[in-house]
């Protein structure tokens, strides 16, 4: 290889040849020119690195304005004094410019994470959270130079929607945490990040409210939203779990529905004995139809129905109901219940809820049930004259 004593002068005197020429300086071993057959003049650095014995080499710049000759060569006086040390920087900086992105770390959580584990309607949810927020934030970063700081300024943009920036948090938090275990990172800079205050929703339908609405389904009697949301209704279900039954789910005559462990969020199977209303329903909707047929199906030739928000507008605003969504009709289901008296173990089962606690927020309700018994034992007292005064005997 050729070398010389290299100086500025040298370097801009030095001849473009057929091929490319590098030229090596004599005075800093590893520490070159090379020259392209278009004049371009660019400064290179080469070693061998200490732990494996590989040959490393690297351009630092362009020659010109940008970079002379002593800042190249500075830079790689610190480079080749690294290496001299047993670090490898030319492979540190390809390590670092191949690093995942965060892009890199969605696209790894929803196939190998999300869409195996998941049940549809939550990948959805979380593709929305990722295109809408997540990527826009922090799509150009490299996984592990996302700070907490980052994480912080990201649940400040959502401040407005402060339930949606919760859940942005909790997928971020669930992503980091693959990460590490990957190896892409050794922290996860999500956690410990201040959720918003959520109110929990206590929106149930009153009797008169729930006339309303039952009649307003039956106007639409036949219309698979419809029967759904009635199936919803009967059974407190989630509407996902609803959309995505078949007909071989249901035994009609022990009247119980099977939900298959892909379709609850729990991932486990739930058999949910069906009241005889709901089995009528079911009953009229599986005639003649196959196991595998979907019990709801969709304008799709194939696939169930999926999406019922137009549906559901409409039929509130007929009903004439106010702040009450799909999901409020499991809350419905509960409350009527535990108002009647059953227990919270039982509504809880009912609703395939996995905890306990989940179904606490009803107990205020089991409240009403105990002091209606109570009122009925002190009407019967006041009926009979009152109770006996502590003189008189028995």
């Known amino acids: 290889m050729p070398t010389k004593r290299l100086s500025k002068s040298v370097v801009e005197k030095i001849q473009p040849g057929p091929r490319d020429v590098v030229i090596w300086d004599e005075a800093l071993p590893g520490f070159g020119l090379r020259v392209k057959p278009s004049g371009v003049r660019s400064y290179v650095v080469q070693y061998r690195a200490k732990d494996t014995g590989a040959t490393r080499r690297a351009t630092i710049g362009r020659h010109g304005p940008l970079l002379s000759f002593d800042q190249a060569k500075k830079q790689a006086r610190a480079l080749l004094a690294d290496a001299m040390r047993g670090a490898d920087p030319v492979a540190e900086k390809t390590e670092a410019r191949k690093a995942p992105t965060m892009r890199d770390l969605c ?5 190998r994470h999300a869409i195996p584990n998941k049940r549809p309607n939550s990948v959805r949810n979380d593709r929305g959270l990722i295109d809408g927020h997540v990527l826009p934030a922090l799509g150009r970063k490299r996984v592990r130079d996302v700070a907490r700081r980052d994480v912080e300024d990201l649940r400040e ?4 929607t402060p339930y949606q920036a919760n859940r942005a948090l909790a997928l971020l938090s ?5 990460a590490v275990a990957w190896g ?26 729930l006339r309303r609405l039952w009649q307003a389904l039956e106007r639409r009697s036949g219309q698979p939203a419809a029967e759904a949301v009635k199936l919803q209704l009967l059974t407190g279900a989630r509407l996902g779990e609803v959309l995505g039954a078949k007909v071989g789910d249901f035994d009609l005559d ?8 892909h379709q609850t969020k729990q991932k486990r199977t739930e058999h949910l004995p069906l009241s005889a209303p709901a089995v009528e329903l079911v009953g009229a909707l599986c005639a003649g139809r ?3 047929d979907w019990l709801f199906p969709g304008r799709v030739e194939g ?4 999406e019922i928000k137009r549906f559901w507008a409409a039929l509130t605003a007929e009903a004439g109901l106010e702040d009450y969504r799909r999901h409020d009709n499991r809350h419905t289901f509960a409350s009527h219940l535990v108002s009647s008296g059953l227990s919270l173990e039982i509504v809880g089962q009912l609703l395939g809820h996995s905890s306990a606690e989940t179904t606490k927020r009803y107990a ?4 009403d049930a105990l002091r209606n018994a109570a009122d009925r034992f002190g009407g019967k007292v006041a009926g009979a004259g009152g109770l006996s005064r502590p003189d008189e005997k028995e």
Do not use: I
């Open 364 to 367: 205020h309700l089991a409240d």
């Open 303 to 306: 696939q169930p129905l999926r």
């Open 174 to 178: 669930k992503m980091f945490s693959l």
């Open 254 to 261: 022990r009247g119980v529905w099977t939900k298959p462990s």
């Open 107 to 111: 696209d790894d959580y929803l196939t």
């Open 290 to 292: 196959a196991p595998g």
């Open 157 to 160: 943009r959502m401040a407005a």
């Open 184 to 209: 892409w990172r050794p922290d996860n800079p999500a956690r410990g990040v201040a959720r918003f205050q959520e109110e929990k929703r206590r929106r149930w339908l009153s009797d008169a409210e």
